[in-house]
Every structure is written in C-alpha cells, then in structure tokens.
C-alpha cells in the first residue's frame, strides 16, 4: 500500500502533452489513460505548430496563458503543419525543452521512421495498439514508468 502512495506522490502534478491530430484516437488516448487510473491532466495540441506553441509559449500560449512544462510529451509522427520528427527536433535543439520527456507514439511500422526517431533523440517509440484493451494496458503502463518510476531531469 505504501509504494501506490509513493508513485501517486511521484506522478502529481505531471501533465502530459498528447499531440495527436486525430480526434478520434485522441478521444482513444484519453479515455484509455483514465481506464489505467492515470489521473494526470492531459493537453493536447493537433499539430507540430501548435505543440511548439505549447512548449516554447508561442501564438497562443504566449504570455499569461503558456501552461507549465509538461513531464511527459506524447508525439504522433504524421501531423499537420509541423511533423512529428521537426517538432522532435525543435524540442532537442532548444536548452529549455531538451530534457524534456518524449515518447513517440505512432502507428506507423517504418523502419526509417523508428530510427529518424532515436536519431534524433527520442526517448522511446511505442506503436499504437489497435486493441482496445491492448492501449489501455500501454498507457497504464507508459504512466506508471514515465510519470512515477522514471526520474526526470530537474526543470
């Protein structure tokens, strides 16, 4: 009992950035995740643009409304606007968002695109599950490794 209190403890506070532009698997993702008693909040940007926004306080996260940085980012690789690998990129190239967390999670099978990923230094490449109770099982398990047991490098 004391060790589900400890990763609680551990996993508070930690948002998680969902960058998805599919809303029919982000709609997935989230009900997947609080099915896995993952209770982090969840953002979600539905493009590379927009997920850069987010992480750099740009168009319309500057000023009073940039959110905190998250602990986690989820990154889909085939997005509009900016794709999955430059916003990657963009991220490690900046000394602010570097260190910062990024699990690609993708549907595609592309042996170019799993090593453009830890190229550029992705932290991890899951695929999407297709099942259903499949996802559920990988989100419990991505927030119990990337929220609780892993530790993060100080911000």
Known sequence: MGMSTNIDKARAGKTILLVEDNPDDRDLALHAFALAKIGNRMDFCKDGQEALDYLFGTGQFSGASQPAMPGLVLLD?????VDGIEVLKKVRANAATRRLPVVIMTSS?????????????????????????????TARQLGHYWLALNEAPPH
């Open 77 to 81: 690789l085939k997005l509009p606007k």
């Open 109 to 137: 099978r592309e042996e170019s695109d799993v090593l453009a990923c830890y190229d550029s230094h992705a932290n991890s490449y899951i695929r999407k599950p297709v099942d259903f109770l499949l996802f559920v099982q």
